[in-house]
């Protein structure tokens, strides 16, 4: 395989990559259940239907930067930091800031799963020992590249898929759907009350970060063989598969496993879900949690990397981040991410006193206000780049559509301003806080490096010819139009082909 093939996707490998967005229910299905109720499967379907709208207006927004890698985030402070370089930075971190925290969410449950089936009896630490096994293992994965990545993505997907489907059919044929379960369909205290308008809005703001996932596809968005163009179709089709997962999921297990089992723990559900439908043994169904976890995990990994990576190369983050290595992987970038989440699992676990089984949840919670934070700035700077005075890109919205955009932004704020009534002001005191400090290291990683961002020139090769064309002009070159594209002569007698310097590397 070539550099250039291990360098980028097919459109097929980007979806079985961002296919860990749906598994991102289990994560916080049972906490919001048990806050909202059975009206949580409606919470888990609007979320869906607000991530797919936020999906469309993010569209606009990448194909008008058809050259930037790294995902919303950085897409947004090519927006903002023409108005606040400040801005700019706090949407990088936040992002960031968003996702990291996600690898040890992951490890840790599939650690506690891990534990349940191997090692019942073993000290409260083995969860927090097995999660940073795991997150080594992922970074050592894709460490080779994303087609090796992809290919691990697919079997996940295709092995979760399977079982979780058979369990689904199989509780459809025996009848074991019971609607009565959906009764009482209302949040604690009733629809219009104080406490469920503000419960209804905390589910949204944690149903969010999973529901808004489908984003993530825009991460690696110059890995596409295809460009831009194919991220956004991959970006599309994860949003709509969500919206069936995050409406259908919550559905049937409400109905076949009831209220109690819907805000059990993800395992417990399952296994509720196995007995109710098919013979699969409970090892099998812990197991198949566990792979569904790690499909997220590498997931949030790979995106995770490409965003610090690009952020690096904007300036916005260490040199040492921008760095790929031979097989065309932020290497650096993965192992600060692993590093930062082992590190996190370690202190979570000695202040949890090796009991992590709420560490989860609570870790969740704080990382979303980051993630909410860097989700409104991006869609202001959608919102900003919609109305350019000369507008460019590869599509273009209907303004009605468009202003969806700061609505959505409005809507969040709302969810994000209700987050501490209902998963506790400390929480959302220590994200705060959190994001902070990091705001501040990332604004020392940016003194002393210069302040306009380098153009990424590690986008597929196939792109030479298309950007050839609008290459910044150098001063003291004599330029002039040939057959077959532009080129350019200096004052010596030396001739330069532009689109070589592109390939190369020399045009920036």
């Known amino acids: 395989m070539s550099v250039n093939d291990d360098r980028t996707i097919s459109g097929r490998f980007g979806v079985a990559i961002a296919a860990g967005v749906p598994v991102l229910v289990l994560v916080s299905m049972g906490p919001v259940a048990a806050l909202v109720g059975n009206a949580s499967i409606v919470v888990w379907l609007v979320s869906a239907v607000i991530g797919l709208l936020m999906a469309v207006i993010f569209a606009e927004l990448a194909g008008g930067y058809s050259r930037v890698n790294g995902g919303v985030a950085v897409l947004a402070a090519e927006v903002l930091q023409p108005r606040s370089r400040a801005l700019a930075r706090v949407a990088q971190w936040s992002y960031w800031f968003g996702w990291s925290p996600a690898l040890a969410i992951n490890g840790l449950l599939v650690g506690a799963y891990v534990q349940r089936i191997a090692f019942p009896d ?178 949030i990994a790979l995106a995770s990397s490409w965003t610090l990576h690009q952020m690096s190369a904007r300036g916005d983050a260490w040199p040492a981040l921008g760095r790929l290595n031979r097989h065309g992987m932020p290497a650096q970038a993965l192992r600060f991410d692993v590093g930062v989440n082992l590190l996190l699992i370690a202190v979570l676990t000695a202040l949890a006193r090796g009991n992590t089984a709420q560490v989860p949840i609570a870790l969740l919670a704080a990382a979303n206000v980051g993630y909410f934070i860097s989700m409104t700035l991006a869609l202001a700077a959608a919102w900003l780049n919609h109305r350019r005075p000369v507008r460019r890109g590869l599509l273009r919205l209907r303004t009605g559509l468009a202003r969806l955009g700061p609505a959505i932004a409005g809507l969040n704020i709302l969810m994000l301003a209700s987050a501490a009534w209902a998963w506790g002001w400390q929480n959302i005191a220590v994200g705060t806080l959190m994001l902070g400090g990091i705001v501040g290291l990332g604004a020392i990683a940016r003194r002393g490096r210069r302040t306009t961002a380098p153009t990424d020139v590690t986008m597929p090769a196939c792109w030479g010819r298309a950007e050839a064309a609008t290459a910044p002009r150098q001063p003291g070159i004599r330029y002039s139009r040939e057959r077959g594209g532009d080129s350019h002569d200096s004052a010596g007698p030396h001739r330069v082909d532009a689109r070589k310097q592109l390939r190369s590397g020399a045009v920036v």
Not at 212 to 239: H, W
Not at 254 to 272: I, K, Y
């Open 122 to 299: 073993g000290p409260a630490w083995t969860a927090a020992l097995v999660a940073g096994l795991v997150l080594t293992m992922s970074a050592t994965v894709n460490h080779f590249g994303m087609q090796v990545g992809a290919r691990l993505q697919v079997v996940l997907v295709a092995c979760v898929v399977a079982v979780v489907g058979l369990l689904f059919f199989g509780a459809l044929a025996k009848g074991n759907m019971n609607v009565d379960n959906l009764h009482p369909f209302a949040p604690p205290d009733g629809w219009l009350s104080s406490a469920g308008v503000l419960g209804f809005a905390g589910g949204l703001f944690i149903a969010g970060w999973s529901a808004y996932g489908s984003e993530l596809a825009l991460s690696y968005a110059t890995r596409y063989r295809s460009g831009v163009m194919q991220a956004i179709r991959v970006l599309v089709v994860v949003a709509l598969v969500s919206v069936f997962a995050f409406g259908v999921i919550p559905f049937l297990l409400l109905t076949v496993v009831g209220p109690e089992g819907l805000r059990a723990d993800p395992a417990d559900a399952f296994l509720m879900l196995s007995e109710r439908s098919t013979d699969v043994g409970a090892n099998v169904v812990l197991g198949v949690l566990v792979l569904a976890l790690v499909l997220g995990l590498n997931m």
